[in-house]
């Protein structure tokens, strides 16, 4: 699938960054990117957009100091230069792209607020599908990141044809604070995302057996709403690939892990057991965002790895066995094969009606509302009454 992204605020630069990095390193030129932020700063940290794909807005209302965590500003500014960030989307091409995906930190105020904005927009000017990638903020963060975030989804969800969500709560460890662990946070976001949005891409390594294109990826999608996306790797053992190395793994050395090269080929019974135990672990292990599987109403089922670990008899059991799991029937299905020691399932869990972590952002906006409101009528002033101002 060939991605535009547009990377809007901090945490989306930062990610769409890593996406057009990890492009470059595999020579695959099937990702484009721009970042558009209110904060210079932010911009000029990024090494991977090329500087003319970095776009300011708002230096007239904010002076390149980005917008704190107030979105609507953030949806002010991107609606008064809508034009700008058009034309330089245009201005990189378009005619082969397959999708938009606009990635945002949802709690904050320049990505929060412009994503809807700019999802709307583009869903008028192309044919092509418009979804949003959103990172939902930890609890911990405070209530104002909560309450933006619900502000920010509730809107996105009806102006994005689909959105994923990767919620931070879900993927940093116990006692570690949410800023220190973003990068790693930011490396299981690519990681997965980087498997789905290549798939139907031919690589040096050819096609697949079942080749998935980007049009199943689309159907898959096409309910709307909001998405997970499951991710599991096992080590190849094949003495031939050994010397493999590529995209899916980077845990390798995070580990230490030493593999002795296994000459056992593995029999066909086994390789596609083999497929089916890592479908289910990327199902039932952590998701993007946590959610009941059960509700989802599509799936899509997605193996990459050495072509000689790829069984189309393993991917068809697999997802029959998802297609039992989710409230739908529509599982769609298949592998490409790349240069790696690992081989990596991704299961797509499409618009997913039940997600604890949603309803309890959508409950802690509810109540910040309520206590916000409260607040502004106890509010009372020293100064309010008795003397006459100068003027008024
Ligand atoms: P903006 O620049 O105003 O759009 O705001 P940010 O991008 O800083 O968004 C703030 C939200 O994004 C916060 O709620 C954080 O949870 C999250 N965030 C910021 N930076 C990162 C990052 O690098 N990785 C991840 N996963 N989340 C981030």
Redesign the pocket.
């Known amino acids: 699938m060939r991605v535009f992204f547009i990377g809007?605020?901090?945490?989306?630069g930062?990610?769409v960054d890593m996406f057009i990095e990890q492009d470059k390193k595999l020579g695959a030129n099937s990702f484009r990117g721009i970042a558009v932020?209110t904060?210079r700063t932010?911009l000029m940290g990024l090494k991977n957009i090329e500087l003319r794909d970095r776009i300011l807005i708002g230096q007239t209302m904010v002076k390149g100091h980005?917008?704190g965590?107030d979105n609507v500003t953030?949806a002010r500014v991107t609606a008064d230069e809508i034009d700008s960030i058009i034309s330089a989307i245009d201005s990189r091409g378009t005619h082969d792209v397959d999708a938009f995906v606009i990635v945002?930190?949802?709690?904050?105020?320049?990505?929060?607020g412009g994503s809807p904005v700019l999802a709307r927009h583009l869903k008028r000017i192309y044919r092509e599908p418009v979804y949003a990638l959103g990172?939902i903020?930890?609890p911990e963060?405070g209530r104002l990141?909560s309450y933006n975030?619900a502000r920010s989804l509730t809107t996105l969800v009806n102006e994005a044809d689909n959105t994923f969500i990767?919620d931070?709560s879900a993927w940093k460890n116990e006692g570690e604070s949410?800023k220190t662990a973003?990068?790693r946070?930011?490396n299981e976001?690519v990681r997965r995302f980087g498997v789905l949005f290549r798939a139907g891409e031919v690589g040096r390594m050819g096609v697949g057996e079942m080749v998935v294109d980007s049009s199943e990826i689309i159907n898959t999608l096409r309910g709307g709403g909001i998405t997970s996306v499951g991710y599991a790797i096992s080590e190849v053992q094949s003495k031939t690939t050994k010397e493999r190395k590529g995209f899916l793994g980077g845990l390798k050395d995070k580990f230490g892990a030493k593999r002795e090269a296994n000459e056992e080929v593995l029999l066909g019974e086994d390789r596609s057991a083999k497929i089916v135990a890592l479908v289910r672990r990327a199902m039932l292990g952590r998701l993007t965002l946590p959610c009941d599987y059960s509700t989802a109403e599509r799936a899509l089922v997605l193996l990459a790895g050495p072509p000689d670990e790829m069984d189309r008899k393993g991917v068809e059991k697999a997802k029959s066995w998802v297609e039992e799991n989710i409230a739908g029937v529509e599982v769609r299905g298949g592998d490409y094969p790349v240069n790696s020691e690992y081989v990596a399932a991704v299961v797509m869990l499409a618009t997913v009606g039940n997600a604890p972590r949603i309803k309890e952002l959508l409950d802690i906006a509810k109540e910040t509302k309520e206590d916000v409101i409260k607040s502004k009528e106890k509010k009372t002033s020293m100064f309010e009454e008795g003397i006459d101002p100068l003027f008024e």
């Open positions: 809007f605020g901090q945490a989306g930062k990610i932020n904060a932010d980005g917008v965590t953030g945002a930190g949802l709690g904050g105020g320049t990505g929060s990172i903020p930890a963060e990141y975030a990767f931070n949410v973003f990068q946070l930011n976001v």
